[in-house]
């Protein structure tokens, strides 16, 4: 989940990890600075697929508040297209799941990876937090 500060123009990311059961392994939350918060969203899902597999994790539902990330990473990526590294970094590391399912997911229905992303805001630039793993 990616979200904009109206205040700094800074984008924030959030993420969590949870178990077969719906209960939480770990989080993420990281300002990502000023920029274009599609490329933020598929950074931030390339930083939750890497914390999903440090977490030996073996199935995967990822949800993504980007419609057009979540295509991309079920789709073809174009070479041409400007996010086709963050995307074919991704897949990469989605290649490593036994079973994976990426879908768009409307932002509020995530309100815990939204509260992770707006309280990455008053982070400084880069800090990534890990927390619950």
Not at 17 to 44: C, F, P, T, Y
């Amino acid at each position: 989940m990616a979200t904009r500060s109206n205040q700094c123009d800074f984008i924030g990311a959030g993420g969590i990890i949870r178990d077969h059961n719906g209960d939480w392994l770990s989080g993420l939350s990281m300002n990502l600075g000023v920029g274009q918060v599609i490329n933020d969203e598929a950074k931030r899902m390339l930083s939750g697929l890497k914390l999903a597999s440090n977490l030996n994790t073996r199935k995967l539902e990822g949800e993504s508040n980007s419609a057009i990330v979540a295509k991309l990473l079920i789709e073809v990526c174009p070479i041409s297209h400007p996010l086709d590294n963050i995307i074919n970094s991704c897949k990469h590391l989605i290649n490593g799941f036994d079973e994976v399912q990426i879908r768009h997911i409307f932002r509020e229905c995530n309100c815990i990876a939204d509260a992770l992303a707006k309280g990455s805001l008053s982070r400084d630039y880069g800090i990534v937090s890990v927390v619950g793993s």
